[in-house]
């Protein structure tokens, strides 16, 4: 008997598409939609569940960049081939890639027991919410939004990539929304800050879906709710990444901090109430 019914399924798998590349915390809402419906939020086949239908707006993110995969993959392979290739932008943005999300395996592999454990709680997830509101409006403030796409460095892959750790540690602070406020801080302009975002996310949750989907199977998730998660995830969440990239290119982030405020202290008010448990 599966712990996930396949109605279920689909809404989780619309709450991941509309919320993973959204500076909102997907992980954080997937956390509260479940406790809402009953759901064990830190059972293992949930957590591996989460993971893996993350696969599917990954492949969101691959079908609506192909265009810039394919040539950022190509020119990495040229330059792979011949050493005049790589003084290209794309084939360096394609080691930056790599070696960004190094960080992120490392201590996800490092941390797996307190990520599924203890931090799996929804207290941690409201904290994270509200707290993260906060880096995110000073990003947004500090930024200077001078530089783009073409602009970035070695450096600027490093840090935004390494601060997707603080998603990975702290549920409810959004992995966007880390990578976003850290390039907003290093100038970035709010497309290019989102672009990278994007990209940065390909190999990361692409892996951790992946490598849990192992749990997610053999300990209580039925194939049908799995591949129905997925499915729906692709599709909302492939609307979602052409909605917000517009979104960004005319407006601040302050929307998406007064949303998460508002949750997470609403979040806060159920736990107190006892109507969600963490």
């Known amino acids: 008997m599966s712990v996930i019914s396949v109605g279920q399924a689909v809404v989780l798998g619309a709450v991941e598409g509309v919320t993973e590349f959204l500076p909102v915390s997907s992980t954080g809402h997937l956390k509260i939609v479940e406790g809402l419906m009953g759901i064990p939020v830190d059972d293992t086949a949930v957590v591996g569940f989460s993971a893996v239908i993350q696969v599917g707006a990954i492949a969101a993110v691959l079908v609506y960049f192909f265009k810039d995969i394919v040539r950022i993959v190509s020119a990495w392979g040229r330059g792979l081939r011949d050493r005049g290739e790589r003084y290209h932008h ?3 943005f394609a080691w930056w890639v790599i070696c960004a999300t190094i960080p992120i ?3 996800g592999l490092a941390a797996k027991p307190l990520i599924e454990g203890p931090l799996a709680s929804l207290w941690v997830v409201a904290g994270s919410l509200i707290v993260g ?3 995110m409006w000073a990003a947004d403030q500090m930024g200077r939004h001078k530089r783009g796409e073409d602009d970035t460095s070695f450096k ?4 935004v990539g390494s601060s997707q750790i603080l998603a990975l540690l702290f549920p409810g602070f959004s992995r966007s929304g880390a990578t976003m406020s850290t390039a907003l801080i290093l100038d970035l302009d709010r497309v290019a800050a989102t672009r990278l975002s994007f990209f940065l996310g390909i190999p990361a949750l692409t892996g951790a879906g992946l490598y849990e989907l192992k749990d997610a199977l053999g300990t209580g998730v ?7 998660g997925t499915a729906v995830s692709f599709v909302v ?10 979104f960004v290119a005319k407006h601040s982030f302050n929307a998406f901090v007064i949303y998460r405020i508002v949750v997470g202290v609403l979040l806060f008010g159920l736990l107190g109430a006892g109507v969600l448990h963490s």
């Open 156 to 159: 600027d892959a490093m840090l």
């Open 90 to 92: 794309d084939y360096k």
């Open 237 to 246: 969440a492939y609307a979602s990444i052409a909605w917000l990239l517009k």
């Open 222 to 228: 039925g194939v049908a709710p799995l591949a129905v």
């Open 133 to 135: 509101s906060g880096v």
């Open 105 to 107: 395996v490392a201590v």
